[in-house]
């Protein structure tokens, strides 16, 4: 299976929303009703990018089982750009920081695949299937596999390891 990095799906994830961007543009050119589009997971809400990757009860279960997964509690963010931007506003310890913008650029790149296969191939995958995926296939394996982001999550871990001892905090 191919491999990801988090900057490779952070590419992937915002060249998708502009491709929709620019379809969206141009079915409306052609004089689709855009309004009547409803979202392929729920069909109860006109589809938008941020329904379908944060708002959309679907996308929400995938975000609540990944919190869950971390260990985070409740998901307050209602945006794409809460999502990115505030890393689901949450507080990640910062040797974890990295590790979680990964989880949720692959997060985000999956929801969205899965949307597209629904859309154009009548496919429909379970949110528990989905997390799985970004848990085993593209979660703490890729993430750990990519050399860069693994010596700095140790080095980070072993600079805060240094400063809680210097505290008095470890012995």
């Given at each position: 299976?191919?491999?990801?990095?988090?900057?490779?799906?952070?590419?992937?994830?915002?060249?998708?929303v502009?491709?929709e961007?620019?379809?969206?543009?141009?079915?409306?050119?052609?004089?689709i009703?855009?309004?009547?589009?409803?979202c392929?997971?729920?069909d109860?809400?006109?589809?938008?990018?941020?329904?379908?990757?944060?708002?959309?009860?679907?996308?929400?279960?995938?975000?609540?089982?990944?919190?869950?997964?971390?260990?985070?509690?409740?998901?307050?963010?209602?945006?794409?750009?809460?999502?990115?931007?505030?890393?689901?506003?949450?507080?990640?310890?910062?040797?974890?920081?990295?590790?979680?913008?990964?989880?949720?650029?692959t997060?985000v790149?999956?929801?969205?695949?899965?949307?597209?296969?629904?859309v154009?191939?009548?496919?429909?995958?379970?949110?528990?299937?989905?997390?799985?995926?970004?848990q085993?296939?593209?979660?703490y394996?890729f993430?750990?596999?990519?050399?860069?982001?693994?010596?700095?999550?140790?080095?980070e871990?072993?600079?805060?390891?240094?400063t809680?001892?210097?505290?008095?905090?470890?012995?």
């Open positions: 299976m191919e491999q990801v990095g988090a900057q490779e799906g952070k590419h992937l994830c915002v060249e998708s502009e491709r961007n620019s379809s969206l543009e141009e079915l409306d050119r052609r004089g009703d855009l309004d009547t589009t409803l392929s997971c729920c109860s809400v006109m589809e938008s990018c941020v329904h379908s990757l944060v708002l959309c009860n679907f996308s929400m279960s995938v975000w609540e089982k990944i919190f869950n997964w971390w260990k985070l509690g409740n998901v307050n963010a209602f945006s794409i750009g809460e999502i990115f931007a505030a890393n689901g506003k949450v507080v990640i310890p910062k040797y974890s920081l990295h590790l979680w913008q990964a989880v949720i650029w997060s790149y999956f929801i969205w695949k899965i949307r597209n296969e629904r154009f191939k009548g496919k429909v995958s379970s949110v528990t299937k989905i997390v799985k995926d970004i085993v296939v593209r979660g394996h993430i750990t596999l990519n050399t860069k982001c693994e010596k700095r999550f140790q080095r871990k072993e600079l805060e390891r240094e809680k001892r210097e505290n008095g905090y470890l012995h």
